[in-house]
């Protein structure tokens, strides 16, 4: 089915440094969301945006949506040990009622 | 507290022994579903429910059950429990499919042998 694909797979930065994550997608999409898995729990909402957003902000996050190139990127700022977790894309796209999750990207934050 | 209440967290069976996965939400959310998680294979839908008595399939619906009899419930049954279900399985739930955020539960590791 179609997903989002996270890269890179895996991210390592040191604690303080800025950490940037991409989703790319296949088909044009109605909205796409971000979020959160520490390990082994339950998936966190970040943030959703929506396909006539550019950019969204929200505490340390900021996300960006080209649509023309299909894809979107998280920025976390001044990360933090407490960052370290996977973190996945959702999109949703028009006519289809369902949120499909891409495979994620391990972010490690070193002290 | 709102929240998504998975039981039990992990659990080991072995082949052919039916078992149930509770999921209850205290949000007042339509929408439910069930997801799957395996190592490089993301997450994968199961079944969801956009309403009281209105499940549909997900993407892996085969082996497993799912009713909704009240709102706030989505457990999921696997009637003949096989070793291709060990897995990690999460329900969530959200106001709407789409455009709303998901609330997810801790997950219910699986283990069947």
């Known amino acids: 089915s179609q997903q989002g694909e996270e890269d890179p797979q895996a991210l390592s930065i040191q604690e303080g440094e800025n950490a940037t994550m991409n989703c790319s997608y296949k088909t044009s999409i109605n909205n796409l969301q971000w979020y959160r898995q520490n390990s082994g729990r339950g998936l966190v909402h970040l943030i959703l945006?929506?396909?006539?957003?550019r950019e969204k902000h929200s505490g340390r996050l900021r996300v960006t949506l080209d649509t023309s190139k299909k894809s979107s990127s998280l920025l976390i700022t001044a990360s933090r040990a407490a960052d370290t977790a996977s973190y996945f894309c959702a999109t949703d796209y028009f006519g289809n009622e369902k949120l499909t999750f891409g495979t994620g990207t391990r972010l490690t934050i070193i002290p | 507290e709102a929240q998504v209440t998975q039981n039990p967290r992990y659990l080991i069976t072995v082949t052919g022994k039916k078992l149930t996965v509770t999921c209850s939400q205290n949000?007042?959310?339509?929408?439910m579903s069930w997801y799957r998680q395996d190592p490089g294979l993301g997450l994968r839908q199961i079944y969801y429910?956009?309403?009281?008595?209105?499940?549909d399939k997900g993407d892996v619906p085969e082996g497993y059950k799912v009713s909704r009899k009240e709102k706030r419930n989505f457990p999921l049954i696997l009637e003949s429990p096989s070793p291709n279900q060990t897995s990690l399985y999460f329900c969530?739930?959200?106001?709407?499919?789409?455009?709303?955020?998901?609330?997810f539960g801790n997950g219910t590791r699986l283990t069947v042998t």
């Open positions: 949000m007042n959310h339509e929408y």
């Open positions: 969530a739930s959200s106001l709407w499919p789409t455009n709303s955020p998901l609330h």
């Open positions: 429910s956009m309403n009281v008595e209105v499940t």
């Open positions: 945006i929506r396909s006539n957003e």
